[in-house]
């Protein structure tokens, strides 16, 4: 939907095209075949043992220096409410064109395992892959547990197979639709299955992100392997190491772990030179295990049902995801059944709404729909959670509330949102020409819609937050 950018917006610009159709692209599943593997293209650079990779060799040989770690990012400078606020509940101002949402049918994927005939054969989020076994990889160990060990087994693994394990995770990715964390997950369960002590499941899986492109290190914490990824995303709650004004995470640790230091190298294994992108912009092709969640809530003194699908493998692969930017959470997708069997609930009751109603009974629906209880309590951690996953669960808080709500309102009415972030306290703006409380993003006026205030409209923010400065504006990206 276009967006008028000069100040006096006009109401039609931006609310005509509500009688819109929302087209879901879904493309059919084209399974690749195993035993086609080969003559899948792999991006890697030469597997023969050559010049660079025998220098590299020299320079890896030497003692690593020790280096100490940065600390963690934190999302939120202090800590969020453990309670919410809330509000006398009002009706919606009768704005814009009346609502009639239309939505496609829902277009079915076939998944099928064409890996039987491998030796190594496990459940990935419910989709079973299949890998060759090398019984040279298998028997090659970490030992002794300090650098001489690091450095003979990445000789060792350089004069094994691993080239046929690098093929069958290029397909496995192409078949299964993976970004880069699905491939690490990849990775390190395939790891999982060749070796049961985790330092060795570490020096496998840093040895084949490396040879698939990825710049990730190795280091040592005691005797114990640290595997450090470097990735333009801010990770949160995560240690982080600087070498040449890159940031790697220490992915397996936390905050609590106490990494403080290791011992370590700053030269990057040759075209090793990828980032980690945490980018979750197309969900992974897993197999269907699918659950049906019924939920209620009341808005103006009467009681409104919804009921909706989801993939729980979808589910727990999300699970996986670390803290990362939460601009990663506000555009990633939700999954089109999951979506749809939403959205068709919801129209029953917005359809003939004038806009502004229809939009402020999807902010009643996330805000009361759901639990409010903040992330240590019920997780333990920090946690934002996907579209996806804040319909999953009975409790959510605000950032994972704006979440949502900024994907409902950019799916179903096709409207600019933006997450806005302050120091403990996470909400919603859009971008239509009401009146209330608002943020400027760039040269125009965005009017919140809080998701966590409890029975509040578009146009209201928490009055202890109006004079409060803006920590972060999170924009979301255009729909295609």
């Not at 277009?107 to 395992?113: D, P, R, V």
């Not at 710049?215 to 070498?243: A, C, E, I």
């Not at 640790?253 to 990057?268: F, G, P, Q, W």
Request: charged share 25%.
């Amino acid at each position: 939907m276009r967006q008028n950018r000069v100040g006096g917006q006009r109401w039609f610009s931006l609310f005509g095209h509500f009688n819109l159709l929302i087209i879901l692209m879904s493309t059919a599943l084209c399974a690749q075949s195993f035993e086609n593997f080969k003559k899948v293209p792999i991006k890697v650079f030469s597997h023969d043992k050559n010049i660079k990779e025998t220098a590299y060799l020299s320079y890896f040989k030497r003692p690593w220096d020790e280096y100490k770690a940065q600390g963690v990012h934190k999302l939120y400078e202090t800590s969020k409410s453990h309670t919410l606020l809330s509000t006398k509940e009002k009706k919606a101002t009768s704005v814009g064109p009346k609502i009639y949402l239309k939505l496609p049918t829902l277009k079915e994927l076939s998944h099928k395992n064409t890996t039987l005939d491998k030796a190594i054969l496990f459940h990935f989020y419910g989709t079973t892959v299949g890998f060759s076994a090398s019984n040279f990889i298998k028997n090659i160990r970490y030992f002794p547990h300090n650098q001489e060990g690091i450095v003979r087994y990445f000789k060792t693994m350089l004069e094994s197979d691993y080239i046929l394990n690098l093929k069958e995770i290029e397909a496995t990715k192409e078949e299964l639709n993976l970004n880069d964390w699905g491939v690490y997950l990849l990775v390190k369960q395939l790891a999982q299955q060749i070796y049961t002590n985790e330092d060795e499941v570490r020096l496998f899986s840093w040895f084949m992100l490396n040879k698939m492109g990825y710049d990730v290190k190795v280091g040592l914490f005691g005797m114990r392997v640290v595997t450090l990824f470097y990735s333009k995303n801010t990770l949160y709650n995560v240690p982080s190491f600087r070498f040449t004004n890159k940031t790697y995470y220490a992915l397996e640790y936390n905050a609590n772990d106490k990494l403080e230091r290791i011992y370590t190298y700053e030269k990057s294994f040759p075209l090793a030179e990828k980032a980690l992108n945490l980018q979750l912009l197309v969900l992974p092709k897993l197999a269907l295990n699918l659950k049906t969640k019924n939920i209620s809530f009341e808005y103006l003194d009467e009681k409104y049902m919804l009921s909706y699908e989801y993939n729980q493998n979808i589910i727990d692969f999300m699970a996986t995801y670390p803290q990362v930017d939460v601009k990663v959470f506000f555009n990633a997708p939700m999954e089109e059944r999951t979506y749809l069997s939403l959205a068709k609930g919801l129209k029953q009751y917005v359809d003939t709404k004038h806009a502004s109603e229809g939009i402020d009974f999807v902010l009643h629906f996330v805000q009361k729909a759901f639990k409010y209880e903040v992330d240590d309590l019920q997780f333990s951690q920090q946690k934002t959670m996907f579209a996806e996953e804040a319909l999953y669960y009975n409790k959510s808080d605000c950032e994972d509330r704006a979440v949502l709500f900024a994907y409902l309102v950019k799916k179903l009415f096709g409207i600019s949102s933006v997450g806005v972030l302050y120091s403990n306290y996470m909400t919603t703006a859009l971008y239509i020409p009401m009146k209330g409380d608002s943020v400027p993003v760039g040269k125009r006026r965005f009017v919140i819609a809080d998701p966590s205030y409890i029975n509040a409209n578009i146009g209201d923010l928490m009055e202890n937050y109006r004079a409060l400065k803006v920590k972060k504006i999170i924009s979301l990206k255009k729909e295609h």
